[in-house]
């Protein structure tokens, strides 16, 4: 499936229906009339899954981007492949598999997030010749601090600082900017402290998203200046240093740049040996 040279071509009328549906609420939840979105509706959900999907927006977005993304590369794919004529399903069952084994085997909103997240970059990335806007990306990688991400080419890349702790990028038209760095824990802080400014920028309190773990934390929201996203890990432990994704962009814009922002998110990687955010 992974192969860009021939591309697992899969036929719509093979895959079933319950595929089809592709384990989202997307369907579901999107009812309204014409030229206006309703709130979603799903009262008759009765899967746990699908109930704390549908019972949180931010969720439920990212549930709607995936099945948008399944739709676009079932209708590209035409259900067949490109040299040998077969129609195969290849990609309906892959994802059957994910909807069985990773997302309904979350226990929460947080994990279900996290999935989504993945997943949605996942098939961004092995189906990028079915999804031809799919961004692309520049790896940057930081030896100071052992990281690395993907951010997307067309970005411009800000002069970077002499101490060599990260790198800025903003897009053309300076609506989106994007900073990637480290910082050394020299007031032996935690998670928490490290991003609390930020998270009291944010207009709804606690936060429309948030996340942690021993090793990293999450957070986006809305503030005043648009779109906030945070993803911060922990590299060496208590008095180590944090590395750190911050991206801002106006809220009007937000399917413009939630594939750079999810793409860039998954990336990011502590590089150096013995150094884990797991």
């Not at 929460?108 to 999804?131: E, G, M």
Request: net charge positive; with cysteine.
């Amino acid at each position: 499936m992974r192969s860009q040279a021939r591309p697992a071509r899969l036929s719509p009328r093979s895959i079933p229906r319950s595929i089809l549906r592709t384990g989202l609420v997307g369907a579901v939840c999107a009812l309204g009339t014409v030229g206006a979105r309703a709130a979603p509706d799903c009262a008759g959900i009765r899967d746990r899954v699908e109930t704390l999907i549908c019972a949180d927006p931010a969720l439920t977005r990212l549930d709607e981007e995936l099945r948008r993304l399944f739709d676009r590369i079932v209708g590209e794919t035409r259900g067949v492949d490109g040299e040998t004529g077969q129609a195969i399903d290849t990609f309906g069952e892959d994802h059957a598999r994910w909807r069985a084994r990773v997302r309904d085997a979350c226990p929460d909103t947080a994990c279900l997030t996290r999935a989504y997240t993945a997943r949605i970059a996942q098939v961004r990335r092995d189906w990028s010749r079915a999804l031809p806007d799919t961004p692309a990306l520049r790896h940057v990688v930081n030896a100071r601090f052992g990281f690395s991400v993907d951010v997307p080419a067309d970005l411009v890349a800000e002069p970077p600082p002499d101490n060599g702790d990260g790198q800025a990028f903003r897009s053309a038209d300076g609506h989106l900017h994007l900073t990637v760095s480290g910082l050394n824990d020299v007031l032996d802080q935690d998670l928490d402290a490290v991003v609390a400014a930020d998270r009291k920028t944010c207009l709804r309190q606690p936060p429309e998203y948030a996340a942690r773990k021993p090793g990293w934390i999450v957070l986006s929201c809305t503030t005043a200046a648009g779109i906030l996203y945070r993803k911060t890990l922990l590299a060496g432990g208590r008095g180590g240093a944090f590395v750190t994704l911050r991206v801002r962009y106006p809220a009007a814009e937000q399917a413009r740049w939630q594939a750079a922002v999810t793409a860039a998110a998954t990336s990011l990687r502590l590089t150096e040996p013995g150094r884990s955010a797991r």
